[in-house]
């Protein structure tokens, strides 16, 4: 069975920073691209930031509300994909899941790892 082990979350005071990681099983890891997403309590899951499967940084992807404080990389010879979150809001707080796009029609995920961002 696939498990992404995501590591990372905690309480941080608003402006702080935290860095999420995902390991992702070496069979897939390096096949496919990687995904960040947020859920806040009664929202929908929301993308945050994406990376394709390649090496040299890849092709990347922020949603318009991380911009210049999020940065998604990751580190095929660790099978590690990372989200640097800077700068954090209130408003960042939620559930993020790390997600590989392949493997399966519907991709693996995450078990989700909790942040919170205290005023």
């Known amino acids: 069975q696939v498990q992404l082990v995501e590591s990372g979350g905690g309480l941080v005071q608003a402006g702080g920073s935290l860095r999420l990681s995902c390991v992702a099983p070496?069979?897939?890891?390096?096949?496919?691209?990687m995904a960040w997403y947020r859920e806040a309590p009664g929202k929908q899951r929301e993308l945050v930031a994406r990376i394709s499967s390649g090496t040299s940084g890849g092709i990347i992807n922020y949603a318009d509300f991380v911009k210049g404080r999020f940065t998604i990389s990751r580190d095929n010879a660790k099978n590690t994909a990372y989200l640097q979150m800077n700068n954090l809001k209130s408003e960042d707080t939620a559930v993020y899941y790390c997600?590989?796009?392949?493997?399966?029609?519907?991709?693996?995920w995450g078990q989700g790892t909790q942040v919170t961002v205290s005023s």
């Open positions: 997600y590989v796009a392949g493997g399966r029609p519907s991709g693996y």
């Open positions: 070496e069979s897939i890891f390096r096949l496919y691209g």
